[in-house]
């Protein structure tokens, strides 16, 4: 109650409402049962309105009579049928809903009464047929409504019929179809119905089946029992079953596909075993012709039949509610999609719409209405229709009849104009029907001229204003209702003019442009600039920040701040304020270096050249006057100038040919345009090309060689580069003889990158001289050899060891060895050096550590040893060809190592000539060597290299001018070495006759201020 109420209120608070659905009935299928008490069922119907619909009903377009204690009662708008009665009550239903404003009628809504009687008949006569002959058994539904489902029980319950390849129970008929019986198909057969609506389920009588004693029924062809229609329609959205079966012997196989070829979408399901075919979401598409063939071996039958697709109708443009006044005309559009096509009809306040009259027209489903009534008024409908269903569209039309009035369309109070300019006062009361309307300023009637007119509309126009023109205006309105009028002030503003002149302007790419915009205007109006670049407005702020406004309060100029190519184009400034508006457009002109060439095209290649052209691009506004080409190969550093003829290109021309390129090598070509501004980005690259091949003409630098085993002469050169090869198929020709020969042996090496070749001959004499040359070659030919250059063949191994080898110990971790060096060379050898291998007494022999010496030397400092060690050393020979034989092992102890502590307590003492040092004498370890004397280190604080004086003494004068800083460090020398260093000493420029100082024994600080000085000064007169 309390929603009903508000919703009341909330209607009455809109105004008149025309009667709307907010529900609407559906249709219904009852289940009817026989021993159900209660048989009743409710229709829905709601609508809302102001003032509230009442409501009727339709049944088959018969009203339902309202009668006191009727089957038929009617609460709210919902309609109520009690005590169902499948013969009567089963139909068509429609709601109507009325009020003041007309009557609307609900879609169709069914009621079908599903129910399921029982079989009339209590037995059935026997089935007699012979082993292999088909057979048929009738079903023969009781009278019902709603879908069934059929099965069959096979002599008793549960047992029932299988379906197979040779048994097939049809949904459509229910009869069991037995493609070839059998003896064990001899049984009674009962056939069960079930109503899938009220789930009720009825059996009949059974059927006997029985074989015939008259022989066995031979081969047949198949004969289809279950044909599908020959045009089946099937609507959108739905699944759909079809059904072929076939009796014959052998077992008929049953298969489908469409005539035309097309295959089955992967969503059809194909049931050979029961001959269903199945496609669910039945779609346009698959409408068409659908084939069934039944084939055994003795032969085969067809049935054909083809599936239409339908859809309801479905509205696609509906009419709307509509106000109108008295004489004017009305066109309503109702268009629905349906297959096949719908018709049309419309409805006025529930009732056929009756186009007696010319004025009243409905074309293809378009309703017109011309000279409008108020007996117009009320409630149509559009119903779009097919076989297959029916749609409703509403609408309301509205005539309406009143006298003029301004109430929601005032005139403005003020009207800005600009001088000698034009204005548009609109006049747009409200009347029906339209009326006359006039002018008036101030108090006369207001006259028409060529520069003051009244619109068909009733609106004022006033062009080419002058000051005069001010003043108060009043819009009359007049029908045979009534008079109203509606004034407004129209004031007349000073134009507003763009003072800048339109131009064009000319800048380089880089620079920074002002585009004035300045302006005159009537200074008690507001004025706005907006500026756009090519028609498309500028976002300060955004852009990249190119663009600035830098104008004042009457001005709008802008600045374009490090101008670039793509800023070129019109700039129009537009000035506007609330009485008028004004534009001016300015070309701007970037010049800048030229785009990059086009259509770059390499033809015409020889073995070094080639012919290269282009296309010009843009000049950006700046003449170009040279082009130059680069180009590009896998063996070159990035783009690299090439070498043309002509060699200068100018600005004309537009193509040149590239020389001194290498044969059989590819290449990219770009080319660059430069003008005045500048040279612009290069072309995209050409299509890589190669140039043609010819004979080589590089040898291999550096060939030499020598080594390698015995009997074998080594030649070794440095490969030719790939782009220097001229061509496929390169490879090296290696001729040599020996010293004095006169004819040459040639051996090819086929590898390209390949870097030596080895010739192998018993013959050859260890270290012999040859010539020889390398020569190059490839697929057109051999190129030239290169100069002739001797190298020897391999020569023997040393065959002799060093003798008299000595070894004696120079330090703690130094030995210096000696030997007998053999003879440098011979006619079968050479020595090029010894290799020494050496290990101590707890290290293995096969670990030794390996030394070489180069040339004939004849000593040799191992060096890296342990202090107290003892070493055992051998050495040999060694060339090309391998090592000689092992000399005598020796053996030596390298010294104690030298002392570890440091010297300590060092003073020094300082006067303007010399500097006397002091420290305490160092003792050894008991296992290191004994102190023979010192080294004393010193440098200036700005030299690199220091001196060195020697001394056996714990004392040392150094004759050193003392106006400079100096560094020194002391050692102990020993017979293992040298020892530990003191600390640094710091001893500092002396300004002082005399000076004194320590040496630091601590390195927690810095040495400058750990130095303890103490200077005595003393005056000498």
């Known amino acids: 109650m309390q929603i009903a109420f508000s919703l009341a209120k909330k209607l009455s608070i809109l105004g008149p409402l025309r009667p709307v659905f907010t529900k609407q009935p559906g249709s219904i299928v009852f289940p009817l049962h026989l021993n159900e008490p209660s048989r009743e069922v409710t229709f829905s119907c709601e609508a809302q309105g102001h003032p509230p619909p009442s409501y009727r009903w339709k049944m088959n377009d018969s009203f339902i009579p309202p009668q006191p204690g009727s089957r038929y ?125 009220t789930q009720s389920r009825v059996q009949g009588p059974p059927t006997p089946l029985v074989l015939r004693s008259d022989g066995i029924m031979g081969e047949y062809e198949p004969k289809i029992e279950i044909q599908f229609p020959d045009v089946l329609a099937v609507a959108k959205g739905l699944t759909v079953k079809l059904e072929c079966f076939a009796l014959g012997n052998p077992v008929p196989s049953i298969t489908w596909r469409r005539p035309d070829g097309v295959p089955f979408p992967r969503k059809v399901d194909v049931n050979k075993s029961t001959g269903v075919l199945e496609i669910p979401y039945f779609q346009q598409e698959d409408a068409g012709a659908f084939e069934c063939m039944a084939e055994n071996s003795r032969g085969k039958n067809t049935v054909k ?73 009320g409630m149509y409908q559009c119903i779009a229709e097919n076989r297959h269903g029916r749609v409703f569209a509403n609408a309301e039309l509205r005539v309406i009849a009143v006298a003029p009035d301004f109430s929601n369309s005032v005139l403005k109070a003020q009207t ?74 129209l004031v007349v503003k000073e134009p507003t003019i763009i003072t800048s ?45 190119y663009f600035e406004k830098v104008g004042g309060a009457s001005a709008g100029d802008i600045m374009i701040r490090n101008i670039q190519l793509r800023h070129a184009g019109r700039y129009t400034c537009a000035v506007q304020t609330k009485v008028d508006s004004a534009s001016i457009a300015t070309d701007v002109v970037v010049r800048g270096p030229p785009d990059p060439p086009l259509d770059i095209k390499v033809d015409e290649v020889t073995e070094t050249t080639s012919f290269v052209s282009w296309s010009p691009g843009p000049d950006n506004h700046s003449p170009v006057f040279a082009y130059n080409i680069q180009i590009r190969s896998p063996f070159s550093l990035g783009w690299q100038a090439a070498k043309t003829v002509p060699a200068s290109l100018g600005g004309q021309q537009l193509s040149a040919r590239v020389v001194e390129l290498s044969p059989w090598v590819e290449y990219e070509f770009r080319v660059l345009a430069t003008n005045s501004v500048g040279t612009g980005e290069p072309s995209k690259p050409s299509q890589k090309i190669r140039t043609k091949d010819t004979l080589p003409r590089t040898t291999p630098a550096r060939v030499s060689g020598g080594g390698g085993s015995r009997s074998e002469l080594v030649i070794t050169w440095e490969p030719v580069p790939e782009e220097l090869q001229c061509g496929p198929g390169f490879g090296y020709v290696v001729a040599f003889r020996p010293l004095g020969g006169q004819s040459w042996m040639q051996a090819a090496v086929t590898s390209p990158d390949a870097s030596r070749y080895i010739f192998k001959n018993e013959s050859i004499p260890p270290f012999s001289p040859f010539h020889v040359k390398v020569g190059v070659y490839n697929n057109k030919g051999e190129g030239p050899f290169g100069s002739v250059t001797t190298i020897y063949s391999a020569e023997e191994e040393p065959s ?101 502590q440091s010297p300590v307590k060092v003073m020094w003492n300082a006067t303007d000539s010399k500097l006397i040092l002091k420290w305490d004498h160092v003792k050894a370890l008991e296992n290191e060597s004994e102190v023979m004397g010192y080294k004393v280190m010193y440098k200036q604080s700005r030299q690199s290299r220091p001196s060195v004086v020697e001394t056996n003494s714990t004392s040392l004068e150094l004759s050193l001018p003392v106006d400079e800083d100096y560094i020194i460090q002391i050692k102990p020398v020993s ?47």
């Open 800 to 900: 002799r060891a060093p003798s008299r080898v000595r070894a004696k110990s120079l330090s703690a971790s130094e030995v210096e060895v000696s030997w007998k060096p053999l003879p440098w060379s011979t006619s079968r050898t050479r020595i090029m050096g010894y290799e020494l291998r050496y290990w101590s007494t707890k290290d293995r022999p096969d670990t030794a550590s390996v030394m070489r010496t180069v040339g004939n030397r004849t000593s040799a400092v191992i060096r890296g040893l342990d202090p107290s060690s003892t070493y055992y050393i051998k050495l040999k020979a060694y060339n090309s060809a391998g090592v000689g034989p092992d000399s005598a092992v020796v053996n030596v102890t390298t010294k104690r190592p030298p002392p570890s």
């Open 975 to 1021: 017979e293992g070495g040298e020892g530990s260093s003191s600390k640094q000493i710091t001893i500092p420029r002396i300004a002082v006759a005399h000076a004194i100082g320590f040496a630091p024994e601590r390195r927690a600080l810095p040495v400058l201020v750990t130095l303890s000085l103490y200077c005595t000064v003393r005056t000498f007169l």
């Open 73 to 197: 009662s009617i609460s709210g708008g919902n309609l109520r049928i009690s005590q169902l009665n499948k013969e009567e009550d089963a139909g068509i239903y429609q709601c109507l809903a009325s009020n003041s404003f007309g009557t609307i009628l609900s879609r169709e809504a069914s009621l079908h009464i599903a129910y399921l009687e029982e079989f009339k008949t209590q037995r059935r006569s026997p089935v007699s047929v012979r082993e292999g002959q088909g057979v048929v058994l009738l079903c023969g539904p009781p009278a019902h409504m709603g879908e069934l489902t059929f099965s069959w029980i096979f002599n008793e319950y549960p047992s029932f019929v299988k379906q197979d390849t040779r048994r097939f129970v049809s949904q459509k008929t229910g009869n069991l179809y037995i493609a070839k019986v059998e003896p064990s198909d001899v049984g009674n057969y009962t056939c069960v119905v079930t109503n899938t609506v």
């Open 305 to 377: 039949g083809r599936l239409s697709f339908y859809a309801p109708p479905h509205l696609v443009e509906k009419p709307q509610d509509v106000q109108k006044a008295i004489d004017e005309s009305l066109l309503w559009e109702c268009k629905a999609s349906a297959k096949p096509k719908p018709s049309y009809r419309w409805l006025k306040n529930g009732e056929p719409l009756e186009s007696f009259e010319d004025r009243i027209q409905v074309v293809n489903g378009a309703l017109s209405i011309s000279s409008l009534t108020l007996s117009d008024t």
């Open 501 to 545: 002149k339109a131009t064009q302007l000319d800048v380089t790419v880089g620079e920074s442009v002002v585009i004035p915009c300045q302006v005159s205007r009537d200074p008690t109006l507001d004025v706005r600039f907006t500026w756009f670049f090519n028609e498309q407005l500028i976002n300060f702020g955004s852009h990249g920040g």
């Open 416 to 489: 800005l104009a600009r001088q000698g300019g034009d204005v548009l006062i609109e006049c747009r009361p409200r009347m029906s029907p339209r009326g006359m309307i006039s002018w008036r300023k101030g108090k006369e009637a207001l006259r028409e001229s060529h520069r003051v007119s009244v619109l068909d509309n009733g609106s004022l126009r006033i062009s080419n204003i002058t000051k005069l023109d001010a003043g108060l205006y009043t819009c009359v309105a007049r029908n045979q209702f009534g008079v109203a009028s509606s004034a407004g002030t």
